[in-house]
DNA sequence: ACAAAAGTGTTAGAATTACACCCATGA
DNA sequence: TCATGGGTGTAATTCTAACACTTTTGT
């Protein structure tokens, strides 16, 4: 035990928020919602403690591993995601969060592409299920606390930052960023202002494609230009975005 | 060693970026500058690595103490600072950052009082003191990113959360508030434009003195009302402060 | 009386909000 | 031809930004 640290140490553990975005059944009764669900990813835990509870998928900090990488890592072996968007949330770090002993976990925050969705049965877990956010069900250790935190970062996030591309796939019709908007934010949005102030967004563009194989007139397609955001966002701007 | 917990452990500290203002000699020569500085606490190591070199303050988390009271007890430790804001930044997990070993380092940042900057010597520290944030010197691990982050943070929080009061005396006047934000946003406000804001942020309230023994027109003094914030907040409010 | 900062309104321009209909397409 | 969502503009309001002089007080 080298130097001055002769303390015990914490455990250091990560444990990830994915959020993913999940077009909802329209149920003819009720009508008038966004259409899209937004949904986090949970794992049935196969182990004590809170053996069969769900949880955030998540796992311990190896001493030859970055934080990031250590999230990455967890988000493979346990659900076989790729990722759109990862950024470091919060660190918890009560004392009795895990009741075996001391364990502080860096929570992440993940945004995954619906195509993405696929869940491979991971090594670890049990299996892995999607939860909408407004639904979810008693989760182990401080996990909901976690979800509430990750969300509010979310929503906050999500009106200055262009991070919600990350849930679309990488084209897209503007009802479906609206919608996108609408899910988080969970308010309704004027359509006509809505793409006013899309169009004036140099870094989101029109493609020449359009909408394939739907049952009416097909929606021109967009996509997010990463280099055209990088470059404004290098000369410093602020922007709110929604 | 318990559970499934194998692997080598990280060593987990703290540290503390902590903000203060301080009133900048305003010399005749360099005039038109907000004439207050924002100044950043640094310890001057006393042992290896970077023996000699400044550092944040901070420390080893224990075992039985959260990381905000590790920050807390840090802040004591090595300056005698009580503190007037405090907030949990970001985890800092590279692998080199410490040359001897593993680290992973919850930086906090803190905004304390002017009244309060009187330093303590600490126990572990060789001694602490003031850098204008301009004008750091070079300093020990990743610290200078660190604050670089922390300013970061500063600059875009100031602007929609009432923090800065923790900068300021109690009662104060609405001059020194807007140097506050002048000097923390690095750029001038508009005096009558920003007293027009102030004027309808119902948590900034008049009191009934006025500065004493200067030699001019005296200004009223204004207070931060806490429970008055708390109370608009919790109707959940938005707003811009600046 | 002078120096120094306190205090105070108006106006132009920009941004935001509210609001409803026609169009294109596939079934 | 019908159902479905795609696509479009204007006017009222609110917010923001630019701007300069008078007042008070202590020395």
């Known amino acids: 035990m080298p ?29 008038s919602q966004p259409s899209s669900r937004l949904v986090v990813l949970l794992i049935e835990r196969a182990l004590q403690p ?30 076989g995601l790729s990722i759109a968007y990862l950024e470091q949330l919060y660190t918890f770090g009560e004392l009795k969060r895990d009741p075996r002993e001391r364990v502080v976990s860096v929570a992440y925050f993940a945004l995954v592409n619906p195509v993405e969705h696929v869940l491979a049965a991971g090594t670890d877990a049990a299996k892995a299920e999607w939860f909408d956010v407004s639904t979810l069900p008693s989760l182990a250790f401080d996990h909901g606390k ?35 908007y609408e899910t ?18 140099e870094f989101v563009v029109a493609t020449e494609d359009t909408e394939r194989g739907v049952p009416r007139r097909a929606a021109r397609l967009f996509r997010f230009d990463q280099a055209a955001y990088d470059a404004l966002s290098r000369q410093g701007f602020d922007l709110e975005l929604i």
Chains 1, 2 share one sequence.
């Open 3 to 31: 130097y001055s640290y002769e303390f015990e140490r914490p455990a250091l553990a990560v444990d990830c928020v994915v959020f993913g975005l999940r077009p909802s059944a329209q149920d003819s009764a009720a009508l």
């Open 50 to 79: 809170f053996e069969g509870r769900w949880a955030l998928p998540g796992g311990f900090v190896r001493i030859d591993e970055t934080l990031d990488r250590a999230a990455e890592r967890e988000l493979v072996e346990e659900s």
């Open 146 to 180: 976690i979800i509430e935190v990750a969300l509010e970062r979310l929503r906050s996030k999500v009106r200055y930052r262009p991070i919600g591309f990350g849930l679309l796939p990488e084209l897209f019709t503007l009802t479906q960023l609206q919608k996108m």
């Open 184 to 201: 988080i934010l969970d308010r309704p949005l004027d359509k006509r202002n809505f793409r006013k102030k899309i169009a004036s967004l």
